[in-house]
T-cell receptor
């Protein structure tokens, strides 16, 4: 079936460190891929997306590239800030549904 | 812009009680859905709707009912609450056609004792 696997958290970093959060997927066909972010006490909001292989989604300094050959969509940021502390969800679209990973908590300390 | 509005934000129920979680959106989105969020489980789809009068089951529909009488509203009903339904519930909506980008409400935290 279709599924998304994310690395376990929490990920703990110092400010200005490099961030990678791994995401791999299993899907039939060619899904679109997403990263959503959830700040404390809020709902999820779209961070970035990619709709086809080799597309790179980017927003707020975050990037992820749709890699069909490795079925991956890893999230990266070159220099994290304390304000990036949140839970990050990888997701894929399957017909009219979104399938989410379990989420990865990021904690950034000054 | 209000976006997706959920009420209540917090609710405590006793086992066997019933309640309705309200969801309203003002973006004229055809698609609306309910998810529950549990630790280590991510978000799981409960029910969804692609338009007024049309609803369908998601991954975990048991114990929940929905209806869609208007485009704007999509209430989630718990007819007889169980402790296993303790969770944070999110309503989300989107245009029916396009890139499947959901707009989420702020969530409703439900505790069943």
């Amino acid at each position: 079936g279709n599924s998304v696997t994310q690395m376990e958290g929490p990920v703990t970093l110092s400010e200005e460190a490099f961030l990678t959060i791994n995401c791999t997927y299993t899907a039939t066909g060619y899904p679109s891929l997403f990263w959503y972010v959830q700040y404390p006490g809020e709902g999820l909001q779209l961070l970035l997306k990619a709709t086809k292989a080799d597309d790179k989604g980017s927003n707020k300094g975050f990037e992820a590239t749709y890699r069909k050959e490795t079925t991956s969509f890893h999230l990266e940021k070159g220099s994290v800030q304390v304000s990036d502390s949140a839970v990050y969800f990888c997701a894929l679209s399957y017909t009219d549904k979104l399938i989410f990973g379990t989420g990865t908590r990021l904690q950034v300390f000054p | 812009n209000a976006g997706v509005t959920q009420t209540p934000k917090f609710q405590v129920l006793k086992t066997g009680q019933s309640m309705t979680l309200q969801c309203a959106q003002d973006m004229n989105h055809e698609y609306m859905s309910w998810y529950r969020q549990d630790p280590g489980m991510g978000l799981r789809l409960i029910h969804y709707s692609v338009g007024a009068g049309i609803t369908d089951q998601g991954e975990v529909p048991n114990g929940y009912n929905v209806s869609r009488s208007t485009t704007e509203d999509f209430p989630l009903r718990l007819l007889s609450a169980a402790p296993s339904q303790t969770s944070v519930y999110f309503c989300a909506s989107r245009d029916l056609y396009g890139a499947n980008v959901l707009t989420f409400g702020a969530g409703s935290r439900l505790t069943v004792l």
